[in-house]
T-cell receptor, first 114, second 115 residues
Framework: AQSVAQPEDQVNVAEGNPLTVKCTYS??????LFWYVQYPNRGLQFLLK??????LVKGSYGFEAEFNKSQTSFHLKKPSALVSDSALYFC????????????FGQGTELSVKP | DSGVTQTPKHLITATGQRVTLRCSPR?????VYWYQQSLDQGLQFLIQ???????AKGNILERFSAQQFPDLHSELNLSSLELGDSALYFC??????????????FGEGSWLTVV
């Protein structure tokens, strides 16, 4: 069965420092992996995705993610965090033979302090 | 703006009542997904439709039902509401309804509070 794990409920970073939000996955076949962000009282916004090709994927708002097949990970990164990056981040995997639905991790709360 | 429109944005209703949540997918998208987000359950997939047909079913209660109409908009019906049904309900859409790299875009959600 497909699954996603985000091992950290919360990540705290100082503004200007690099940030990493971790995600590991379990999937049969080639994974389609996604990151979404949810700001307070808002919907889920698509950040980036890995389909195939280059292991380093660039997305919106300066975020990028690194796909690592051997470690079954898809960590979200940003070289320099902003206070406005504070939000809830979700990693997701496309389900195999399940109509294309997304299976989400439990979410990681990112807090960036000035 | 994702292009997925959900109404109403907020809804307060009493236990035992029935409500209908409405979703208009992005232009050109044939697949619609419904998710429930609550503090204790996280983001739970409820049901998916593709071009009017049910494609996949998740943890959707028997009191809940959904449909996708010929114009591709979708409705999620929640009946005999309980306090535990209070949650944020998301609609999402994508072009395809199968395993692929195409992106699923989410609406802003409908906040349901059952009192």
């Amino acid at each position: 069965a497909q699954s996603v794990a985000q091992p950290e409920d919360q990540v705290n970073v100082a503004e200007g420092n690099p940030l990493t939000v971790k995600c590991t996955y379990s999937v049969s076949g080639n994974p389609y992996l996604f990151w979404y962000v949810q700001y307070p009282n808002r919907g889920l916004q698509f950040l980036l995705k890995y389909i195939t090709g280059d292991n380093l994927v660039k997305g919106s708002y300066g975020f990028e993610a690194e796909f690592n097949k051997s470690q079954t990970s898809f960590h979200l990164k940003k070289p320099s965090a902003l206070v406005s990056d504070s939000a809830l981040y979700f990693c997701a995997v496309r389900g195999l033979n399940q109509g294309g639905k997304l299976i989400f991790g439990q979410g990681t709360e990112l807090s960036v302090k000035p | 703006d994702s292009g997925v429109t959900q109404t109403p944005k907020h809804l307060i209703t009493a236990t035992g009542q029935r409500v209908t949540l409405r979703c208009s997918p992005r232009s050109g998208d044939l697949s619609v997904y419904w998710y429930q987000q609550s503090l204790d359950q996280g983001l739970q997939f409820l049901i998916q439709y593709y071009n009017g047909e049910e494609r996949a079913k998740g943890n959707i209660l028997e009191r809940f039902s959904a449909q996708q109409f010929p114009d591709l908009h979708s409705e999620l019906n929640l009946s005999s509401l309980e306090l535990g049904d209070s949650a944020l309900y998301f609609c999402a859409s994508s072009v395809l309804g199968q395993d692929s790299g195409n992106t699923i875009y989410f609406g802003e959600g409908s906040w349901l509070t059952v009192v």
